[in-house]
Structure formats: C-alpha cells, structure tokens
C-alpha cells in the first residue's frame, strides 16, 4: 500500500550501516518462545485489526507453542517506526511493509532475504501470484519479503447517482471520465472524489498515469523524473481539479480515505480512484447495492510509449528481520499468515485479495467487485519502481503535488513547464541522496 511518511535516503544508509538488533520476544535456554509482531493497519481502525489478528495469533499459539505479541501501526508511522527500530537496535521479528517499500527497505539490509531456500521453508515460490512477488524487492536479488495482502486500484462510483443523471455504464476511457464527471457534477455534488492533501496518493496516480503516457521515472537507479510524459500526466491528473472543475477545490484538505469514502457514501461526489475495500465504504455508511467499481480508465488513445496500465500492484508485504532470535519461528509464522486458510480468513475480513493462488478457490473471491481487481492485479498492474530510492520519489513526488493542487485550489494556474520544473528539482535532490 506504501501509505505513510517517507524517510530520507540519508535514513537508510544510516540504517543500512548500522548493526541490527531485534526480536524482544524474551529468551530461554531453548531460545525465545515468544515473537513481536508489528502489524499494520489493515482495518477501520487499530482495534479493529486487535479483534482481526489476535484470534489468529492465538491459533498459531496453539499449533505451534510460539507466542506472538501483536502491535498494530497505523501507516503514518509505521516507516519511521521501522527505522528506528533498526538502528536502536529494538524491535519486532517479523512485521508488515507496504510494498513500495520493499526495494528501500532491502537497500538497508535489515531485512531476511527470501531467497529460493527460505521460501521452499514458507511454501515454495510457486503458491504466490507472480505480479504480488514481483513487489518484493529489486530485480535480480532475492525478495525481501513476501506479500501478505494484495491490494489494486479501481474506480468506485455511487450507483445511484449515475442511474440519477442517466448514466448506464461507468467511463473506460479518460475523456469518458471527464465527460461523466462535469455530467455528474451540480451544487452540492461533484463528479469525483481526491485525496490531493496525501502525499502518497498523489504519488501513486503520478505513477499510474506516468506509465499511461510512457514516463520512466528510473533509468536502473538513476532519477529521471523531469521528462515530458511525467509533466503530462501529473497535469492531467490536476486538470481534474484545474480545467474540467468535476473535483471540489476543499479536496486540497483531503489527507486520508475517510473523507472522501464519506463523500462518495453521502452522495456529495459520484466517483473516488483507490485502493479502498468495499467494507471501508460500507463502514462509512454506504449502502452496498449503490456502490459499484471498475477500472481506472486507459487513454482514448495512447502516446507513444504509453503502457495499459490503470493501477500499481499494491498491497501489504510480510517481512522478517534478518537477525530475530527466533528465526524458525518467525519462518513458521510468514508460513501460516499466508496459509491458504489464513489468506482466505484474512483477506475476506479486509476486502484486500489473497496473494497465493489456492485461496481463491474460496466463494468470497468470486464476486464481480473482486474479480474486476483481479482482472486488474494480474494483466494491468505494474510495480512501483523497485529501487532504493523508491520512497524518496513518494515523497518528493506527492509532496510538490500537494503543494500544486493547493495553487490550484487558489486559483493559480499550474502548467507543464512549471510542473517539469518541480520535477527537475527532485531529480537533483535523489541524485544528492536527499
């Protein structure tokens, strides 16, 4: 999911030249019986995920006499967290990270890899879907961890204000998108829904439209983010704010899902592009039968170098820590958390997919609403790119978009040189290590 706040590359060469100490479990002459576990927020809320996980926790107790102590972390800290758990020397033996983090965090190396012996000691390389693996880390080098929850992109839409404004089918294309947003967009009601106040957000869809237009923005480990299709799509993505006017200028102030699930819920804006689960809407108070999704729509026609791609493969990875005390037991405990059975339980609760193949055998994921993810996941999803640099681009990124829709939200116009510029900048502070 990779929603949180973005260290510094100087953070983790810190991290990467500092002993790692973790897995307080507590000891015995056996060696310690007892695993930390840091879990992140999956749920509607830190309780939420307690009541989720502690049963489960307790099942694996049970089967293999190994306590887990469970801490849930909520994504604005759970980086940071990281980090500092890795050059304090305390802390957990096996934890969640958002995918995007994977190459960065691997850059440390803090973290197990899951090489083809340490797999086969999980399950094998074979159970998992191959674009979840593909998130794990840098190409070429053993995964450094394996994904636990698999999360795609997609379009929900209000139902009923489509059936409302005579609307019959929701838009595949970007200019269907517009066209549908200024239809659906009255006092009172806008045709979609941004968080342009989070950082991570906005990165994401620079992300996804870049690959649209054709933007690479590395070349291996080099920064090349000031290039025309990335000053396009990032535009466009503004535009929507900008010149269609289909989003609400307050959306500047839009910080997290809630917001805008409410507002899609509450019928004050009719479309919402995320990675949301059904069961966050639903905790927000919508009602089900109006809620619908599909993919991110394509380019009507696409540039030159354009990709199909309307989502980024996102989700949750399951790390170990490369020094715990317990390192049979925390392998015994990535084992079961992506057991057939657990994948199944767990990614039901969540509304997230499973990211081994067997568990979708399980009715749950046969619905529509999950098979247009899976539809996206397997044949239109690409990783962010894995790279060590890769959460420095979040932030750098999502930052100086931020900072463009509050300009938009003024009434100041953003163009493509200003927006190429701002992008300059930020290849020159990766490339400073910044």
């Not at 197990?112 to 012996?117: I, R, S, T």
């Not at 540039?303 to 989502?311: D, E, I, L, T, Y």
């Not at 420095?392 to 009434?411: H, R, W, Y």
Request: aromatic share 6%; proline share 6%.
């Amino acid at each position: 999911m990779g929603i949180a706040t973005m260290a510094s590359a100087a953070a983790l060469t810190l991290v990467a030249l500092t002993a790692v100490a973790c897995g307080d479990g507590g000891t015995s002459a056996g060696g310690p019986k007892e695993l930390l576990y840091w879990a992140s927020n999956q749920g509607t809320s830190l309780d939420h995920d307690r009541k989720v996980l502690e049963p489960e926790l307790a099942k694996f107790t049970r089967k293999t006499g190994i306590k887990v102590k469970l801490e849930v972390i909520g994504w604005p800290d759970l980086l940071n967290r990281i980090l500092a758990a890795t050059t304090s020397g305390r802390g957990p033996d096996v934890l969640n990270i958002g995918n995007t983090w994977s190459a960065s965090l691997q850059a440390t190396g803090a973290l197990l890899p899951f090489d083809d012996a340490t797999l086969a000691k999980v399950g094998g390389r074979d159970r998992f879907l191959g674009p979840c693996l593909a998130a794990t880390g840098a190409q070429g080098k053993p995964p450094a961890a394996v994904p636990i929850y698999g999360q795609a992109y997609g379009l929900y839409y209000n139902k009923k204000l489509f059936r409302e404004a005579g609307i019959d089918r929701p838009p595949a294309t970007w200019n269907e998108l517009i066209e549908t947003g200024k239809k659906l967009t009255k006092p009172g009601q806008w045709g979609l829904t941004l968080q342009a106040g989070q950082v991570t957000e906005n990165a994401h869809h620079a992300a996804i439209l870049g690959a649209q237009h054709g933007a690479r923005f590395f070349d291996g480990e080099k920064p090349t983010l000031a290039s025309d299709p990335a000053a396009d799509a990032i535009k466009q993505y503004l535009d929507l704010m900008q010149v269609h006017k289909i989003v609400n200028p307050s959306n500047v102030e839009y910080t997290d899902t809630a917001k805008s699930l409410k507002d899609l819920a509450d019928g004050k804006a009719a479309m919402f592009m995320n990675q949301a689960s059904a069961g966050s809407f639903e905790a927000v108070g919508m009602k089900m039968d109006d809620l619908g999704v599909a993919p991110i729509p394509l380019p009507d026609q696409p540039p030159p170098g354009g990709r199909r791609v309307n989502s980024f493969v996102a989700g949750i990875n399951l790390a170990v820590f490369k020094n715990t005390r317990n390192l049979d037991g925390a392998l015994e405990f990535v084992k079961f958390m992506t057991s057939t059975e657990e994948q199944a339980l767990l990614n039901k609760t969540y509304g997230s997919l499973p990211t081994v193949k067997d568990a979708y055998t399980d009715p749950a994921f046969q619905t529509e609403q999950v098979k247009v993810f899976q539809g996206v996941l397997s044949g239109t999803a690409e990783p962010m790119p894995q790279v060590p640099q890769e959460s420095q681009f979040e932030t750098l990124v999502g930052t100086a978009m931020k900072s463009m829709f509050a300009d938009v939200a003024s009434g100041r116009t953003v163009d493509a040189a200003q927006i190429k510029a701002r992008l300059a900048q930020a290849d020159q502070q990766l490339a400073a290590g910044s």
